[in-house]
């Protein structure tokens, strides 16, 4: 049966992403919306809507039986996670089974097989895949993980068994900071995913952040749609992405690839996925460890259909629907250069703090090689419930350096009055030698974010109330008409960031 009714559990840029693949196939989309989003884009998007209620994402994105029943109501068949929120939930898949639709998605226990990060390292060395050196406990104390510390060797890392995003996450350096990493990770991760389990891996000092996209059919086909390099991180946030990854060699692409594959065919995997790995070395001597498997679409999977022609959200759909994937490994092609920025609301020149309010001027960049996917317009409001992710600039060229040159050209076209964002602050990224020269590690920008966030975020509320000063003026009775009035938001241009 194919789709023909589907509910986007999510909100922002990605439930419109959804929303505009549901219209290219002919699929009725359904949106949900909490009391903060009421007004939302993606909730006015949508063929339709259903108000969940609540103001936070658990009174709301976070409800598993507010959004079965949002999708027994509307009539839906089908639900999409989008990610975030309940992506990589195995109960949420598994309600959404049970109510009788299909989920856009792997199945509940291959989330929880791939979602335990221990359950998933011992998955990948039976597949054959590299791990990096590391050990569970199945006692948790202090004592017991404080021993397996010491026979990692330290420099060692405290991981959260059960999460990602860097939570539940501590650097030990010499055996005196056990005590109070293990005691701090340990909480972080019980707070963020409600297990406490950590495991402990041995440090890569430096290491890059290259992840594989890879799709798998229920007819017992997967493949790999290339890498993408996400070494540009903010405490462990990617920020910008790109691909294919500048520093790895042909040989060892095709290696990774292929571990990718391995591990999902192993894991069962189905649907859209992504093996994240890190890496350590450059060219065809890089070497590379398994980190941890994403069962989800990825916010950055934008670079991966601009270099290879492939809409992966309708390959998710295509999947759902039970079709076969229609190519073969060999038939996947890669071309030229794709670049994503995440544009946030937040504060770089005040510890990246983030922002709320109304957007009164959006204005985003366009032209050849250029895409943003938005979930957000002039007069729309920026709660401070929810991730302060605005947009994603998305440039393609036929060589890296035209990408970079074409994404900071699109910065600087980029225009949100009404909140601080991000904005200068990803061009100081790009612009940096070490960016460019494809020197960066997973470190680099909270190493050098002093540097980084020396360029102005604009103080865009008191500029925005000036331009709106400024144009009011020009309404007054014996001013200029309105053809000759300066454009506020062209005259400021320059601080609309």
């Not at 909100?11 to 919306?33: K, L, M, N």
Request: charged fraction near 25%; include cysteine; charge should be negative.
């Amino acid at each position: 049966m194919s789709i023909k009714r589907l509910l986007i559990a999510n909100r922002g840029e990605i439930a419109c992403r959804i929303i505009r693949a549901c219209r290219d196939r002919g699929i009725t989309s359904i949106a949900v919306f909490s009391d903060a989003d009421r007004e939302a884009v993606h909730a006015r998007m949508a063929d339709e809507a259903v108000a969940l209620g609540g103001m936070t994402s658990a009174e709301s994105y976070l409800d598993i039986g507010k959004l079965i029943a949002a999708a027994r109501d509307s009539g839906a068949d089908a639900v999409h996670p989008g990610y975030g929120f309940l992506s990589e939930r195995a109960a949420f898949a598994r309600a959404v089974a049970e109510a009788g639709l299909i989920f856009v998605g792997p199945p509940a226990d291959v989330i929880e097989r791939m979602g335990s990060k221990t359950e998933a390292r011992e998955l990948a060395e039976r597949a054959g895949v590299p791990v990096v050196p590391g050990a569970t406990s199945a006692a948790q104390d202090d004592t017991a993980l404080a021993k397996v510390m010491a026979s990692v060797g330290f420099p060692v890392l405290i991981k959260a068994s059960a999460g990602g995003g860097g939570k539940g996450m501590r650097v030990v350096r010499h055996a005196g900071e056990a005590a109070d990493a293990i005691g701090a990770a340990r909480r972080e991760a019980q707070a963020a995913f409600g297990d406490g389990t950590v495991y402990v891996e041995r440090l890569i000092d430096q290491p890059r952040h290259v992840e594989i996209q890879v799709i798998a059919d229920t007819h017992g086909r997967a493949v790999h749609l290339f890498e993408r390099d996400c070494s540009a991180q903010r405490r462990h946030q990617k920020i910008v992405e790109e691909s294919p990854a500048p520093s790895i060699g042909p040989a060892v692409r095709a290696r990774m690839g292929a571990a990718a594959v391995s591990l999902a065919t192993a894991a069962g995997y189905v649907n859209a996925g992504t093996i994240e790995f890190l890496v350590e070395g450059a060219g065809n001597d890089a070497r590379f460890y398994f980190l941890e498997m994403n069962t989800r679409l990825q916010v950055e999977h934008p670079v991966t259909e601009a270099i290879t022609g492939i809409d992966l959200v309708q390959a998710q759909l295509d999947v759902a629907d039970g079709l076969a994937l229609p190519w073969q490994q060999d038939e996947v092609t890669g071309r030229g250069h794709a670049i994503e920025c995440r544009v946030y609301a937040e504060a770089p020149s005040q510890g990246f703090l983030p922002q709320a309010g109304r957007i009164i001027h959006w204005e985003q960049p366009s032209g050849p090689g250029v895409r943003v996917d938005a979930g957000f317009e002039t007069g729309s409001d920026v709660a401070v419930h929810y991730d302060p992710l605005l947009a994603k600039l998305i440039v393609s060229g036929a060589t890296r350096e035209e990408a970079i040159q074409r994404a900071l050209r699109a910065l600087d076209e980029f225009i949100v009055l009404g909140v601080r964002t991000n904005i200068e602050f990803l061009g100081a990224v790009l612009r940096s030698d070490a960016f460019r020269s494809a020197a960066i590690h997973t470190r680099w920008v909270d190493d050098n974010v002093a540097a980084l966030a020396a360029a102005p975020d604009s103080a865009l509320v008191e500029i925005a109330a000036e331009a709106a000063s400024v144009s009011q003026s020009s309404r007054q009775p014996g001013a200029a008409t309105a053809a000759a009035a300066p454009d506020p938001w062209r005259e400021l241009r320059g601080w609309g960031r």
